[in-house]
């Protein structure tokens, strides 16, 4: 499984527009502001026709969430809600992972869920994945 850690406009682009690549993920790191009337989340609708053309699923990462400042937590978790919203419309798949560095991060599959049910996503695409 080809896994390709984003955050960069580039970066995605290049994920989504490859055949190889199984999982954009972080497509929202390392955004600093957000546009005037949207989120910077890193997806577009471009992006997201072009991950749903060549199946590439986007991972959402709880830990990631977990990990950052919490002044930056509600920037992060709005973006990550705005792509799971992009992905939605656009039907692209969508995994959410837990990565792990030591004993006490370990989520269990029931966290998971819930954590991709505040996100947005349907029960039915949510997906467990770890890296």
Known sequence: MKVIFGGKDPVNRKAVENKTVDILMHPEKGRNKDFMKSRNSGLNQVLCKLANKN???????????????????????GRMKFNVKL????????????????????????DLEAFGRVLGMRKAKIKKFEY
Do not use: W
């Open 55 to 77: 199946n590439v699923a986007i991972g959402f990462d709880f830990n990631h969430l977990l990990r950052a400042k919490e002044s930056q937590r509600p920037n992060i978790l």
């Open 87 to 110: 992905c939605n419309k656009y039907n692209v798949k969508m995994y959410v992972c837990n990565s792990k560095k030591n004993k006490t991060e370990i989520r269990s599959d029931h």
